[in-house]
């Protein structure tokens, strides 16, 4: 997971590792990491069974209250 306070970047990792949960077909996270009246755009990137990146995806944008 990349997050960015621009929607251009640059965006910074800030979580690796992430998987479904058994049984599951899609996989949340939840950045705890943010600060209040801010706007975050997110992009992630998936890892294939040869442990190569894959491109960003599109980014989202989030709003905190």
């Known amino acids: ?3 960015a306070t621009v929607s251009a970047g640059p965006f910074s990792q800030i979580a690796t ?7 599951a077909t899609t996989v949340k996270y939840k ?4 600060a209040g009246h801010t706007s975050y755009w997110y992009k992630v ?9 894959s ?11």
Do not use: C, M, W
């Not at 590792?17 to 049984?23: D, E, F, L, S």
């Not at 950045?31 to 943010?34: G, P, Q």
């Open 55 to 65: 491109v960003y995806s599109s980014a989202v944008q989030a709003n905190t209250p």
């Open 1 to 3: 997971v990349y997050r």
């Open 31 to 34: 950045d705890t990491t943010v």
């Open 17 to 23: 590792g992430i998987k479904p949960v058994t049984g």
């Open 45 to 53: 990137k998936s890892v294939g069974v040869d442990g190569q990146l």
